[in-house]
């Protein structure tokens, strides 16, 4: 699997960085920039279609594997049924739950397309989100219960609550990169240390738990080495001064793959499992998305609505540059990636 990991990453990355350019120059023609704002940090008008460049070089790294890989096409065809108290709950199909946060992603993907060039309502926005994520779930993205860590404790979530706690999580991340978006570089770098965290993740955990779990995992660790090479390719025109934005196109569609590649691949699909260590890889984004959040609705304000009182905007008014503000955050999330990535290694 390490070559096909590398290969998708490089891949990716190239195709990225061949396509963000393109991206720039769609955006320009079809009206899809970021004009001139008091709450926004830049001084000239930007293109907001990078989302195409990530996702372009995403899916070319997935394709080459599709295509030219048979070790891929084998990995899809596994299939388990998932059992609870001897009765079979449903057949978890590989090659279906990775059409299904495909298809979640493309539709995120499309969303923040037409959001990036006109505004769509935020309920609309918030509706969409959940039927992307209904749509993983549907497919086997799901956090089947509750455990805790170090005791024998396992609680398995009725159908209802499986589903509630499975798209918050998904939305919720989704909204976690979408919010935390407001600096040349600093959504996209946190995505790369993420993924490829979650990509060190694959690699350190010892294989042979069990069938399932070894499949997920290959699985999980190959969209987080394709969305790594693609985020890095953005990056090249991303870092301050930006030339692209990434755009709801791209933030909404990678915090919808974060969130699945939690749930398949990092410790199996339970709740503390998928919450507690995947938490620390994403503790800023999704700090800052509770805090504006709540900070909105106790203003009786829209929670969707955008402002300038996130972390970063706070350490600019501060007095720090934006160079400042996003190797603070890249160190910090660095610092929680090797914390998190300690404790896989504990656990093998």
């Known amino acids: ?43 000239s008008i930007k293109p907001r279609w990078g989302g195409i460049g990530i996702l372009s070089g995403f899916f070319l790294g997935l394709s080459v594997l599709w295509f030219f890989f048979p070790d891929f096409g084998h990995l899809l065809k596994f299939k388990q049924a998932i059992i609870h108290k001897k009765e079979v709950l449903f057949t978890l199909r590989l090659s279906e739950q990775f059409a299904g946060i495909l298809a979640g992603t493309l539709l995120l993907f499309i969303l923040g397309l037409i959001d990036d060039r006109r505004p ?56 976690a990169v979408n919010l935390i978006d407001g600096l040349d570089g600093l959504a996209g770098g946190i995505v790369a240390i993420v993924a490829g965290s979650f990509l060190a993740v694959t690699l350190v955990q010892v294989q042979g738990h069990s069938a399932l779990f070894d499949h997920q995992m290959s699985l999980a660790g190959l969209i987080a080495a394709s969305l790594l090479g693609g985020v890095l390719g953005f990056l090249v025109f991303n870092t301050y001064p930006a030339r692209v934005f990434m755009g709801d196109s791209g933030s909404l569609s990678m915090g919808f793959l974060i969130g699945c590649i939690a749930v398949i691949g990092t410790f199996k699909t339970t709740i503390m499992a998928v919450l507690f260590v995947p938490f620390l890889l994403v503790a800023f984004p999704v700090t800052d998305m509770t805090l504006a959040f709540g900070r909105r609705l106790l203003k009786k304000q829209n929670p969707f609505a955008p402002d300038r009182s996130h972390l970063h905007h706070r350490l600019l008014d501060a007095g720090w540059s934006q160079r400042e503000v996003v190797l603070l955050v890249y160190v910090v999330t660095l610092v929680l990636a090797l914390v998190s990535l300690t404790m896989v290694g504990m656990k093998r």
């Open 1 to 43: 699997m390490l070559k096909l990991y590398l290969i998708g990453t490089v891949c990716s990355f190239l195709g990225a960085l061949i396509l963000t350019p393109v991206s720039i120059r769609l955006a320009h023609r079809f009206g899809a920039v970021d004009t001139l704002d008091p709450r926004k940090i830049h001084t």
């Open 120 to 175: 769509v309502k935020a309920g609309m926005k918030f509706l969409l989100q959940i039927i992307a994520a209904y749509i993983a779930m549907i497919y086997g993205v799901r956090i089947y219960g509750l455990s805790i860590t170090g005791v024998e404790f396992y609680a398995h979530f009725p159908l209802w609550l499986m589903q509630i706690v499975t798209v918050l999580w998904l939305v919720g991340m989704s909204n």
